[in-house]
């Protein structure tokens, strides 16, 4: 029997990439799409896939908080996350989400097949180079809440505090808080130090 696959990516162009990539590798289907939270929760429900394809930087809510919410609602659903970042911070949030695995997009169709086999089949699946950070996210440092990884990503992005602010619904002030909180759990000494690391952390290499 095919595994039935849901992608769930806020870039249709990503998921039109996937479909191609997908369509012609015997037993995989995939069911259907969805480019937000309210549409995953939706298709889940009304396709019952056996596996969800997840983003993890998605817009307002990020792939790791659905993914939890996704389990906690169909607790035998198997979700595999796909991202652009090999962050072991966001390796290690996804896994404690519930997800069975984690691949970078940028890996070869024959990894990306080999992870959905093996969530597939119940087992744990880590893309090259991401198992022997998985364990000890970060080298060790303390990890981040989900709205300060939130947070962290804005700022990769160049956003400066009013911009995150109006992009996450929060206060200024509360957006500066949480920007020091992250200094703090981080050892960063200032603001440069602080862009600097959401660049290298969250957008990864070019």
């Known amino acids: 029997m095919s595994t039935r696959i849901l992608l769930v ?88 989400a519930g997800a069975m695995g984690y691949v970078l997009k940028e890996a070869p169709s024959e990894e990306i097949v080999e992870a959905i086999a093996a969530v597939a089949a119940g087992r744990q699946f880590l893309g090259s180079g991401l198992a022997a950070t998985s364990g000890r996210p970060d080298n060790g440092r303390p990890l981040l809440s989900a709205r300060e990884s939130e947070i962290l990503r804005c700022l990769a992005d160049g956003m400066a505090s009013k911009q995150v602010a109006e992009t996450l619904g929060m206060s200024v002030r509360t957006v500066e808080t949480h920007r020091q909180n992250i200094r703090r759990k981080l050892g960063l000494a200032g603001q440069a130090e602080l862009i600097k690391y959401a660049v290298e952390r969250c957008r990864g290499p070019a």
């Open 9 to 96: 990516d806020d870039h249709p162009l990503v998921r039109e990439g996937l479909r191609a990539r997908l369509a012609q590798t015997p037993g995989i289907e995939v069911v259907g799409e969805a480019g937000d939270a309210e549409q995953a929760f939706a298709r889940v429900a009304m396709l019952q896939p056996d596996l969800v394809l997840m983003d993890v930087g998605m817009k307002q809510v990020n792939g790791i908080e659905l993914t939890a919410r996704l389990r906690e609602m169909h607790p035998a659903l198997r979700v595999l996350m796909l991202s652009m970042y090999d962050n072991p911070e966001y390796v290690h949030r996804a896994l404690a």
